[in-house]
């Protein structure tokens, strides 16, 4: 067999016959930007000097992973003089929790797909749009989808919009999730502002800022101590009284796993113990890229299923996204009502 394999992108190796039309592995002369020599695994010791098609995909796609400070430029230009504004909040939506930016004024919409070098979302719930506009007298814009590690990007690519946010201008991330709850006093519509957070995919050894260090974003060894901006964290408890939701606003520490599978039993027991209060697969990337650039961080998790830490058999314990898309659903309202209030807050505090 002359093939060999290579990533096609989506995670699948792919074994190419020797489409390039130089079935004795030669050099031809022929040159190419993305050229990269390889030895030819037919054992004939000569050097294969054209890529395939296949193979230049997946060039690209590493290319695309690593989103250099002036791609990040463009992508924010593109936003900011197609918007014609300067936002100063940022918001990403959580699952089923879009209506966060529905509620935007005069917004202008950026499909992901018209985005030059923006991935798509490929998860319900997660509709691919930027809408940029005005709330409460301040200047946002909101992801009405985010990207998650176990749709195949990695976390420098899923945060890599918070770096867009940055540089559009924005001072303040608002970011949300859906998440289980671990924490036995934890109901499901209950929200929980996130203080802190465990984050297993560092644990593993992955980081949104691995890789080199471009310190116009941020220092190479970021402090993560206060990520989460306390003043904040009051206002909202404060909001929370005035809206009567008191007793279902609670503060702890969320945790976020790969995804996209749920939680065994074992697990979530361990997560307790480590003092996890909420379980989910996002916001801890974007959170550590915000702080790296030195954004305020206001965070909070929609608790949409109560996490089983017991062993039992009933089937009405397990999770499902349905049933994290209609709890969002529900609760959307005192969840659109608590941002645009903190929101205002914000505004007349910098007016
Ligand atoms: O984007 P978030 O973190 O809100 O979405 C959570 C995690 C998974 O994407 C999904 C599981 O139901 O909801
Ligand atoms: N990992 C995880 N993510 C979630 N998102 C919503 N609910 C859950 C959950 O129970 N676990």
């Known amino acids: 067999m002359t093939g060999y394999k290579v990533a096609n992108g989506n995670g699948t190796a792919k074994t190419n016959g020797n489409s390039n039309g130089h079935s004795n592995g030669h050099c031809n002369g022929h040159k190419s930007a993305d050229y990269t020599a390889q030895e030819n695994p037919t054992g004939s010791g000569k050097i294969r000097c054209e890529l395939t098609p296949e193979e230049l995909r997946a060039l690209r796609v590493l290319h695309e992973d690593t989103y250099p400070y002036e791609v990040i430029e463009e992508i924010a230009d593109f936003i900011t003089k197609g918007s014609g504004m300067r936002p100063k909040i940022g918001i990403i939506c959580g699952s089923g929790l879009g209506s966060l930016a529905d509620i935007i004024q005069d917004p202008k919409i950026f499909e992901y797909e018209k985005i030059p070098n923006f991935p798509v979302s490929t998860v319900e719930g997660h509709a691919g749009r930027l809408v940029v506009g005005t709330l409460e007298g301040a200047t946002v814009m909101a992801m009405q989808g985010r990207f998650h590690f176990y749709e195949g990007y990695p976390l420098a690519k899923c945060s890599m919009p918070v770096r867009v946010m940055k540089l559009c201008g924005v001072e303040y991330l608002f970011a949300t999730n859906a998440a289980g709850g671990i924490n036995p006093r934890f109901a499901v519509g209950d929200i929980m502002l996130m203080h802190d957070h465990v984050n297993m995919l560092g644990f593993a050894g992955n980081s949104p800022l691995q890789g080199p260090n471009d310190p116009r974003f941020g220092p190479r060894f970021p402090a993560l101590v206060n990520s989460y901006n306390k003043d904040l964290i009051n206002k909202a408890i404060e909001i929370g009284k005035a809206m009567?939701?008191?007793?279902?606003?609670?503060?702890?520490?969320?945790s976020c796993l790969g995804g996209p599978n749920y939680e065994t039993i074992a697990e979530l027991k361990a997560?307790?113990?480590?003092?996890?209060?909420?379980?989910?697969?996002?916001?801890?990337?974007?959170?550590?890229?915000?702080r790296h650039c030195d954004m305020k961080v206001f965070a909070f998790s929609l608790i949409t299923n109560k996490c089983a830490t017991e062993y039992s058999d009933k089937k009405d314990e397990e999770a499902n996204h349905e049933e994290v898309m209609a709890v969002a659903k529900n609760r959307q309202k005192a969840c659109c009502e608590l941002v645009s209030r903190l929101i205002r807050e914000i505004h007349l505090a910098s007016a």
């Open 244 to 254: 009567g939701i008191e007793s279902n606003i609670h503060v702890g520490v969320y």
């Open 271 to 290: 997560l307790r113990m480590m003092g996890v209060d909420a379980v989910g697969m996002s916001t801890v990337h974007e959170v550590i890229t915000a």
